[in-house]
């Protein structure tokens, strides 16, 4: 009886033992350490038994070295965590930078009145071509250009208003509200409003024209509203217009002030619009020259002049490009001007990082104002052969008293040495 009271006394404390030895040696040592215990199992005397037990209970397996991060000790595994950072943070500081190019394409073109002067007859007038030929027609020679570049900015000569009670003057230039078509048609993103027909048809046609504008998504300058437009590839352009043919100081404050309000706001090109000089006369005069310098110095990177209706010379000054009148374009105020010889300048702004650089990618597109030379059918044509040197010719004599620029046989900007 007694020595079945030992076996189960024995058997209980090989059973403790498994347990503490499963969890820390694994099974196949706890399984050969219960064997050993049966194998040398007391017959008699319980401090012998008790003896034995305490042995097992004291004896620890041998420390092992972990076989992973996950099993390595908090110190240790901080350690490398730390290193690693540390890796990742010299590796990013000398990784090169890649400096970000953007290209922009800018087009600007001459007057532009979409509609007729109070003077014309309906036959054969702009009026007439629209009804006759619908919206797309008047740019159609010359769409193709304005689609491929980022910005088209035009003079826009007219107002767009049904009112009827016109100012007393020579020539009032006045479209219908639907002729917006004929540049949101075409892609033409902006246009200049500073001119002296805004007011042709009083306050209202100008507010008319805006509203006309604002609904088309037409950006505009005038006096002191600038007009903004962001690209594609998110370079903001900003325009600001004024008629200065008063040649008062107050009116230049219209193109100063915008200038330092797009600087402000951190647009990254910012193009004048000028209405002045004297009509048919091909070089600028004293005036637009010392103006259009002060512009420049003002911070405008591009200068767009108009109101001659022909074309003037073009200038480089401090690294910017002046062009003193683009002439008639798409100009439905007279059936069949004399001169219609007119050109779309067209420039490439190149930006690293969002800063604007100092080359200078720039040509004429010799135009005639109509595809005809017997009258104006109001469908401005890009010129070819003959006709296109004649305008480069032209433009190079327009230019050379007063600039140092010229342009090759393909129109293309070049600085004389």
Known sequence: MIKNVKRVIIIIMICTVL????????????????????????????????????????????????????????????ETQEASEQRQEVSEQTQVHTPQAVSVTVSATGDCTLGNNQEQSYSGSFNYYYDTYGQDYFFDGVRDIFASDDFTLINFECVLTDETEKVEKAWNLKGKPEYAGI??????????????????YGQQSLIDTQNVLDEAGIVYGYNDIIGTYT?????????????????????????????????????????????????????????????????????????????????QGMELYNGK?????????????????????TAIYQQTFNFIDGQLQPDI?????????????????????????????????????????????????????????
């Open 19 to 78: 347990a503490f030895t499963l969890m820390s040696c694994g099974v196949d040592e706890s399984v050969q350490t219960v064997q050993n215990m049966v194998d040398t199992e007391p017959e008699t005397g319980d401090a012998k038994s008790q003896a034995g037990t305490e042995q097992t209970l004291t004896e620890q397996p041998e420390e092992t070295k972990p076989e992973n991060e996950s099993e390595m000790p908090q110190e240790a595994l901080t």
């Open 183 to 200: 540049m949101t048609g075409s892609s033409v993103e902006a246009c200049s409003l500073g001119n002296n027909h805004t007011l042709d």
């Open 231 to 311: 690209t594609d590839e998110g370079i903001t352009i900003g325009v600001v217009s004024a008629n200065l043919l008063s040649q008062n100081a107050d009116r230049e404050e219209y193109i100063k002030n915008g200038i330092e309000n797009l600087k402000e706001q951190g647009v990254s090109l910012i193009i004048a619009c000028c209405h002045w000089g004297i009509e048919r006369e091909y070089y600028p005069n004293d005036y637009q020259v010392n103006t259009a310098h002060k512009i420049i110095d003002w911070g405008a990177d591009l200068l767009i002049g108009n109101h001659p209706h022909v074309l």
């Open 321 to 341: 490009v002046i062009c003193y009148s683009l002439g008639n374009f798409c100009f439905g105020g007279n059936k069949n001007p004399t001169d219609k010889n």
């Open 361 to 417: 990618n720039a040509c004429i597109i010799p135009c005639t104002l109509s595809s005809t030379q017997s009258a104006n059918d109001f469908q401005p044509t890009v010129a070819e052969n003959g006709k296109k040197q004649e305008i480069i010719d032209l433009m190079n004599t327009y230019s050379q008293n007063y600039s140092n620029i010229g342009f090759y046989e393909d129109g293309k900007l070049y600085v004389r040495e």
